[in-house]
């Protein structure tokens, strides 16, 4: 399927905007002075032209002097072109059939585009009037982009064009690679050839771009492809390790400025009963002048011998700085395919100063000139010494203000983002008001209607330990903590408890999964679960470790008391606790089926056509699940959240990984996910110490701190793009943390530029329209509540 990053790369650079600047418009040639370049924009016509770009009549059969030229000031990814003709309010019918376009990085270097089948033309208007859209598949990266007209040389056309597509933030400018090989299975030839790289290609393929930077990855079994048509093995680039007699690739990445890099996502395939594995190990350098740095970074990725799901791996970067990276990926098997790879990294000015500090003069105009923004291939005039000297001084002076502003900018985020983590954060089970310039905090009643607690309250980490560290009384806080709660939350004997294995662990406690004994005779009539009375029951057990400070113990014996009143079959219930003394124990249900993105992952989709088999062949093929038992799933979730919105209670953190599955697809809420490490990388850690759910959270949480039923809301949209795609991806994948909260403040400038998650495949586009992008409305107030959206599902069951 194609990335989330592709699918959502489509917006308007500028011509019809005006964004793009006519100075940045040029062209080969034009037919008069009114049909000059700056014309060309796409559905604009301000009245000073005659509403289009129309080259001189064509000197050449196909006319392929002649182009339009799109100056975008720096790289970006290009998804989309739309033509439209030239028809000046009925006076003109003038358009372009067919065209081609050609593309640069630097302006010097020029590429013509094809597309996956090797065709060059693309199919253009039809008349004057009609806006054409055409995909670009595969997409260009580049900075310049050029229309060229394909007709008659007897023939005038004229052109109106947009480009579609976004910033292309990686600043990969190509990448160097061993050509891919070519493998023989069963007597079929498969194709590891990057066949859409754009530079120089023999036995390495060098200063291009190509499939590993093209937006699509590959499928789990490499013998198929997304694109209809293509040969076996197209979606990657790969090698087989016969070739590399030191049992390693070597990959070199150019950028367009020295960098910091966090990290680096590698899309791999694992199918290793064909001989395919992920890379064993990775080892990467770095250069940010001439020479290669001797410290490599070296990092080891979990051997997986249990899936053969192909998966993108992070390499951690370690935050090195480089205009380079020189990566070497070890083979674990006897083939390496990879079929991806992106970089996460913020433009480092500091270090593109200690370049130029560093490098001879001569190369000092190009660095400044491709720093601000210039024509990189402009040339200098040598007779101009005296001129060149001031305006380089006039240019350093300017470059070490913007440094400057941007270092103090940068630093004022850092203290404006700790200040509001940390009001966020120690408010816990606090409404926060960020009206204004401060943030206060209305005291809590659990279930009042002022009050909005959150449900997880243990999983709350806390920037500030109390400075009170005396010893209190146990027996004390035992007085007050069912105060006011169910009586029948009773004291379970601990020795009739058995420890069976660690199910996760947290900043001040650990999940356990424990036997029971003597359970079911212990619980009352409303709390009685299904099961043996004569064997031991399965039980999750949450203890708090004996070192926890006040403010964490005062937390776990809140969650205690909420959830000691929470009774609803969509929820998890709390059986009984051990408070008698340290360590301080929950004990709650246990479902046997695990968690529901485990549970989702190892499934697969029943077609339509399998829907009406008995129940017999379902139980039979446990591995197949229909749509309507997804919508069955996200139903009960959806009267989990109604009850516990019911009662003014926010959970806060709401996803896959916090329901649990149990016997015919039961589901119930949860909060054990932040105390697992398999869900480490669902959590945004910031300043070192707080986590956040960024992925899953609405844009008011994340930048104002609000939690909501109404960011309940946004969470439960997340949830249901998990269950639909059936937990097979990360929420926004292919974006870094970092851009995950950049598109957080796109929502705040209601400008349109935000990002979305796709429609799922199974998914209806009246359920994907009606009811998950509701979710995700900017104004708070606009989304539906959880009643509304349990009759909306229960309804698409029907």
């Known amino acids: 399927m194609l990335c989330v990053f592709a699918e959502m790369c489509r917006y308007p650079l500028g011509m019809t905007g005006g964004q793009i600047q006519d100075e940045d418009i040029s062209a080969s040639s034009q037919w008069s002075e009114s049909t000059a370049a700056r014309f060309g924009r796409l559905e604009f016509d301000n009245g000073d032209g005659d509403g289009a770009w129309c080259p001189d009549i064509m000197s050449e059969p196909d006319g392929l002097k002649e182009y339009l030229q799109v100056d975008l000031r720096s790289l970006h990814f290009i998804t989309l072109v739309g033509t439209q003709g030239r028809h000046a309010d009925g006076m003109g019918n003038e358009f372009a059939q ?44 580049a900075r310049f982009v050029r229309f060229m007209p394909v007709t008659d040389h007897s023939m005038i056309v004229c052109m109106r064009v947009e480009l579609y597509g976004c910033e292309w933030l990686d600043g990969l400018m190509s990448y160097s690679i061993p050509d891919g090989h070519q493998m023989i299975y069963r007597g079929l030839d498969v194709y590891f050839n990057d066949s859409v790289y754009d530079r120089a290609s023999a036995e390495r393929l060098t200063k291009g771009l190509g499939q590993l930077t093209d937006g699509t990855w590959g499928l789990d079994d490499f013998l198929h492809s997304h694109i209809y048509g293509m040969w076996p093995g197209y979606d990657y680039v790969g090698w087989s390790n016969k070739s590399f007699p030191k049992g390693y690739v070597e990959m070199i990445f150019e950028f367009d400025h020295v960098r910091n890099f966090t990290s680096m996502k590698v899309h791999c395939n694992n199918m ?58 070890h083979f674990s098997d006897l083939w390496m395919l990879f079929s991806e790879v992106a970089f996460q990294s913020e433009c480092n000015y500091l270090g593109i100063w200690t370049l130029m500090v560093k490098s001879n003069p001569p190369q000092l105009p190009t660095l400044i000139l491709s720093l601000i923004g210039d024509d990189p291939t402009h040339k200098v005039d040598d007779s101009n010494t005296r001129i060149l000297i001031g305006c380089l001084v006039a240019i350093i002076a300017i470059l070490l203000t913007i440094i400057v502003i941007i270092l103090w900018r940068q630093v004022w985020q850092k203290m404006l983002e700790k200040v509001r983590i940390t009001a966020a954060v120690l408010c816990g089970f606090c409404v926060c008001s960020t009206s204004g310039p401060s943030t206060s905090c209305k005291g809590v009643t659990a279930g009042g209607s002022d009050s909005a607690p959150h449900y997880a309250e243990a999983d709350i980490i806390s920037l500030q330990e109390s400075s009170d560290s005396s010893t209190y009384s146990i027996t004390a806080v035992n007085m ?40 079911q005779d212990f619980l009352d009539e409303d709390l009685s ?69 485990q549970f989702l992952c190892n499934l697969r989709l029943k077609e339509a056509a399998d829907e009406d088999k008995t129940e017999q062949e379902e139980n039979e093929g446990k591995s197949m699940v229909s749509y309507s038992k997804l919508i069955g799933m996200a139903v009960q979730i959806a009267s989990g959240m109604k009850y516990l919105s019911s009662l003014n209670f926010v959970h806060r953190d709401l996803a896959t990984r916090n329901c649990l599955v149990g016997k015919n697809y039961t589901i119930k809420i949860a909060d054990f996910g932040m105390s697992r490490n398999l869900y480490r990388g669902d959590y945004y850690r910031i300043q070192g110490r707080a986590v956040l759910p960024i992925r899953w959270m609405s844009w008011e949480s994340i930048l104002l701190g609000k939690f909501t039923m109404a960011s309940d809301v946004w969470a439960f949209g997340v949830t249901l793009w998990e269950i639909l795609t059936l937990c097979k991806e990360q929420p926004y994948s292919q974006l870094s943390d970092e851009q995950v909260i950049e598109n957080t403040g796109e929502f705040f400038r209601d400008q349109g530029k935000q990002v979305y998650l796709p429609k799922p495949a199974c998914c209806p586009e009246r359920v994907y329209a009606n009811l998950m992008l509701s979710c995700w409305r900017r104004n708070a107030k606009q989304r539906p509540s959880f009643q509304e959206m349990h009759a909306q599902l229960m309804e698409s069951l029907a």
């Open 529 to 597: 679960i299904e099961g043996n009375n004569e064997s031991p029951l399965l039980v999750a057990v949450k203890t708090l470790r004996e070192d926890a400070n006040k403010n964490a113990r005062n937390d776990f014996l809140k969650e205690i008391r909420i959830m000691s009143r929470l009774r609803d079959p969509n929820i998890v219930r709390l059986l009984a606790v051990c408070v008698d003394s340290d360590p301080l124990c929950m004990i709650t249900e246990y479902m046997e089926n695990g968690d529901l993105n």
């Open 272 to 329: 290793f009963s064909r001989g395919v594995r992920m890379f064993r190990q990775a080892t990467c350098y770095f250069r940010s002048g001439s020479e290669w740095e001797a410290d490599p970074v070296t990092f080891r990725p979990t051997v997986d011998r249990m899936s053969q799901t192909a998966r993108f791996v992070t390499v951690p970067l370690g935050d090195r700085t480089a205009s380079a990276i020189k990566c070497r990926f």
């Open 98 to 141: 067919r065209y081609m376009i050609k593309y640069s990085r630097d302006g010097s270097n020029w590429v013509g585009w094809h597309d996956r089948k090797g065709r060059q033309v693309i199919e253009g208007n039809r008349n004057a009037y009609d806006v054409v859209l055409k995909d670009l598949e595969p997409p260009i990266i």
């Open 480 to 519: 007050n903590l069912f105060a006011g709660t169910d009586s029948s939350m009773k004291e379970f004997p601990r020795h009739k408890l058995t420890f069976k294995e660690k199910l996760g662990e947290g900043q001040f406690g650990e999940v356990h999964l424990c036997e029971a004994e003597g359970m």
